[in-house]
């Protein structure tokens, strides 16, 4: 049993900034004690913060830290929680102070409860208020021995039932000695049982290992139960149902995949070898040309297939190619031979965007026969019932047309299919006429350094229907001072479409100069992104060498003078 010292010591503390004292106190001025301190943090209104994680204990003695220092804790996330120190010996009249450090900036008002315990041998000084009895009672059990005096405590059987004979025969029988009616150990010879000499000679060859089943045959078992409980039905006859422990363990097998996992470690009593790759065994092949072997002697493993899904295979017209039969006909999976030719139809979605190029068609691939005298324009303007123009105008003159500007349509989601691209408008800002069908589409302008445009959605129900499609002048960001420069441009891809999120650096020569009294404290090195037009601007010093780079672009350490306010860096070409 323990002892509480004084009482519990309580307060809100706060656990986070440094070590806080959380129990002080001497346990004993005359007593030297054994002692074990309990930490109680929360009391479900003030609590932990949850998170967890170790906390720090510190403890004094008379003024000496008490080793290890810090103790340290692990809690677990609970709000609540309680922890014991290390016991620790107190010399009587020593002072104990007992601190506490939370991990957590958030445990910065905690309910804290300390409880000090002397855990120190219990010492009986009196049994039933008699010390001489407790000092008896040491002497009993100490070793040293007490029956009513100095002796130890002991029996010692001199007769039995008044006979002094049978006592010692009872010792020589218990102590090894051996007592059967004389000096002889002990020891039964059934010559008989039941007064039957032959069953006794049976019962000896029944369990010395003879066996004894009625005659000369081994005993058979056949056993009904296994520890008290009945066997299973075999689903063999002559093999015993099994279970078998799954697991990862001694004695067990790994089954939790439905198919017994097994390590294995040794081949024919040889270790195997380490693997190339974790998962695949060492094997090596046996070289040659004979049944069972394979023919490595070109680096190539060689295989002569004689049969296949269980056919014999075709003999070859041509040497090392297979004889195939193709199936013919107009179903999945099937090739129309029918006009001595293959005919394939080339669907939507088949060829990806600009896959198709003047490299990537061989001459004379397609002829003037095969290309349709549409086909250029159907390209170019579309393929639809309804013929579309669109005029393109400045939002920000009252609808002035703008010429040179590049349209292109696209389904609705701008994402997936181009309808007309490159249409390019004329000096009254319209496109040449286009074809449609009926539906929603998605128009994309571009017009580099002077508009850009928002995407505009047009909805085709007619024929010789003209939309409107509006620009707005491009803005270039005016530098912060004087002493500064933009440099603006747009980034394209070869194809001509903005190129977004596209890197580019610009990076000041040498420092910035006095200029009069300012002191001009910009970035020596400046970043933007493009936006989802191509467009960006950069921030440099006026008049100083700066070094432009944009590896997408081919920018490699482009260098010059800005010595205007804006420098247009023109439209930049990003290779794909």
Not at 109 to 116: H, K, P, R, S, W
Not at 140 to 159: I, S
Not at 243 to 272: H, P, R
Not at 467 to 476: A, D, L
Request: hydrophobic share 40%; aromatic share 6%; charged share 15%.
């Amino acid at each position: 049993m323990i002892s509480l010292i004084g009482s519990a010591q309580n307060a809100d503390r706060d656990l986070k900034t440094a070590a806080i004292t959380v129990w002080t106190g001497t346990p004993s001025a005359s007593l030297n004690l054994w002692c074990i301190g309990l930490v109680k943090l929360g009391d479900g209104t003030k609590n932990l913060d949850g998170t967890g994680g170790s906390f720090s204990l510190y403890i004094t003695v008379g003024g000496q830290t008490a080793q290890p220092s810090p103790q340290i804790v692990s809690c677990s996330t609970a709000v609540r929680t309680a922890f014991w120190t290390t016991p620790f010996p107190v010399p009587a009249n020593d002072a104990v102070v007992i601190q506490v450090k939370s991990p957590n900036a958030a445990d910065t008002d905690v309910d804290t409860t300390v409880y000090l315990y002397d855990i120190s041998t219990t010492d009986a000084i009196a049994l039933s208020g008699d010390s001489t009895a407790a000092d008896n009672c040491e002497l009993m059990f100490d070793g040293t021995g007490y029956a009513g005096g100095t002796a130890k405590l002991g029996v010692d059987v001199v007769a039995i039932s008044a006979d002094t004979t049978a006592a010692d025969n009872c010792e020589l029988m218990f102590d090894g000695t051996g007592y059967a009616g004389g000096t002889a150990k002990l020891g039964v010879d059934a010559v008989a049982i039941s007064g039957d000499a032959t069953a006794a000679d049976n019962l000896e060859s029944f369990t010395d290992g003879t066996g004894y089943v009625g005659g000369t045959a081994k005993l058979t078992v056949d056993a009904v139960k296994w520890n008290g409980t009945a066997v299973a039905t075999p689903a063999t006859a002559g093999y015993p149902a099994v279970t078998i422990k799954s697991g990862t363990g001694t004695g067990e097998v790994s089954l939790s995949s439905g198919v017994a996992q097994a390590d294995v470690a040794k081949w024919n009593a040889t270790a195997v070898a380490t693997p190339a790759t974790a998962g695949y065994p060492a094997v090596t092949i046996k070289s040659g040309t004979g049944t069972g072997e394979v023919s490595l002697t070109s680096g190539v493993a060689q295989a002569d297939v004689a049969k296949w899904k269980g056919t014999t295979a075709a003999t070859v017209d041509t040497a090392g190619y297979p004889v195939v039969t193709v199936k013919d006909g107009t179903g999945a999976g099937e090739i129309n031979t029918a006009s001595g030719k293959v005919p394939a139809t080339i669907a939507a979605g088949d060829i990806a965007n600009d896959a198709i190029t003047a490299a990537s068609i061989a001459t004379d691939a397609i002829d003037a026969d095969a290309l349709a005298s549409t086909a250029i324009t159907e390209f170019w303007q579309g393929a639809g019932t309804r013929s579309v123009v669109i005029t393109v105008k400045d939002t920000n003159t009252s609808g002035a047309v703008i010429d040179g500007a590049r349209i292109e349509v696209w389904d609705s989601g701008g994402a997936t299919t181009r309808y007309a691209v490159d249409l390019a408008t004329n000096a009254s800002g319209e496109t040449d006429t286009f074809y449609l069908d009926d539906g929603t589409y998605l128009l994309k302008g571009w017009k580099p350094s002077v508009y850009t445009f928002t995407s505009a959605s047009i909805t085709v129900t007619s024929s010789a229907i003209t939309f409107e499609f509006y620009g707005t002048p491009v803005s270039v960001t005016s530098p912060p001072s004087a002493t500064t420069s933009t440099l603006y441009g747009y980034m394209v891809t070869a194809s001509g479409d903005p190129a977004s999120g596209v890197t580019i650096n610009a990076e000041v020569d040498t420092l910035p100069n006095l200029t009069g009294t300012t002191l001009i404290c910009t970035n020596l090195t400046t970043t933007d992104t493009t936006d989802t037009n191509g467009y960006f601007a950069l921030t440099v010093i006026r008049n100083e060498p700066v070094k432009v780079t944009c590896e997408a672009a081919g920018l490699k350490e482009t260098r010059f003078v800005a010595t205007a306010a804006t420098v247009d860096l023109g439209t930049l070409v990003v290779s794909t």
